[in-house]
């Protein structure tokens, strides 16, 4: 039998494997599980944009001509495969220094649209990146373990599974007038990327379409019977059988309806 020591430290080493499969992107101890996938949503700014009461200086839909009129960046986001999802998982504060080699491709791709200051963990008002980063990205350790790997990383995911490119090439384009199968949109994603996605609507008009992901970010299924997360909804739930992706008329009365394809080598792919 063996003796007392020896049990105390093989229950001291087993709590010690416990505790680091629960530390965060700083180390520190979390009170979530490990995430089960990725979700890469994705806005569609014709609709977003289309809520603007009040322009500011990091406000992309008041940007005239040169407003988004692709698909961006809304976050990467680690969930669960019950419907629920990880929040806050550290208290590693956002710190804008770390992707200043980043700012470019995030002003242009992962922009807020709105002026407004979403909360962050700590219960203060924050920048959209600070939000995205201190809510979501530290909870996808031990895929991701540092703030610049978390932008970084779903850069590259962006551009990896181009939305707005399949769609344009099956024909979804911008459109006031057209109104399209919404099974026609979902066809095209899993024709181009073998899984099925998932669509947000605000009305008739797409507002979110969401990449499931796997850890290792090959596209999966997501899960359709999820929760409702910030609003949203499965494209098997409140969208109608028939969509738009509309033009966004900017503020400045610009008509912004052309959609710009990026350009993946200013960010090192995958």
């Not at 610049?148 to 024909?171: I, M, Q, R």
Request: charge should be neutral; proline fraction near 5%; aromatic fraction near 12%.
């Amino acid at each position: 039998m063996a003796s007392p020591s020896v049990l105390v430290m093989a229950f001291l080493s087993l709590l010690i494997i416990a505790l680091l499969s629960f530390a965060g992107t700083n180390g520190e101890v979390s009170k979530w599980r490990e995430f089960d996938y990725f979700a890469l949503a994705l806005q569609w700014p014709g609709t977003v944009c289309r809520g603007t009461r009040q322009c500011c200086s990091y406000n992309a839909c008041c940007r005239g001509s040169n407003a988004p009129s692709e698909f961006t960046i809304h976050g990467l986001w680690p969930d669960y495969n019950d419907g629920s999802w990880p929040a806050c998982c550290s208290h590693s504060r956002f710190d804008i220094k770390e992707i200043s080699s980043l700012l470019s491709a995030l002003e242009k791709y992962w922009p807020s649209l709105s002026c407004g200051s979403p909360s962050t963990c700590d219960g203060h008002k924050g920048t959209f990146w600070a939000h995205e980063w201190e809510k979501h990205g530290t909870c996808s350790y031990p895929v991701i373990r540092n703030e610049y790997d978390y932008f970084l990383t779903t850069l590259n995911v962006y551009f990896k599974y181009n939305v707005t490119k399949v769609l344009s090439e099956a024909g979804y384009v911008a459109s006031d007038s057209e109104k399209y199968p919404l099974g026609g949109i979902v066809s095209a994603i899993e024709n181009a990327f073998h899984a099925s996605p998932l669509v947000v609507c605000s009305g008739n008009d797409v507002e979110e379409l969401r990449l499931c992901l796997y850890k290792d970010f090959k596209p999966r299924d997501c899960v359709v019977s999820s929760l409702v997360q910030a609003g949203a909804v499965s494209s098997k739930g409140s969208c109608p059988k028939y969509v738009r992706l509309p033009v966004y008329v900017s503020s400045f009365g610009l008509r912004n309806g052309g959609m710009t394809i990026p350009v993946s080598s200013v960010i090192e792919s995958l």
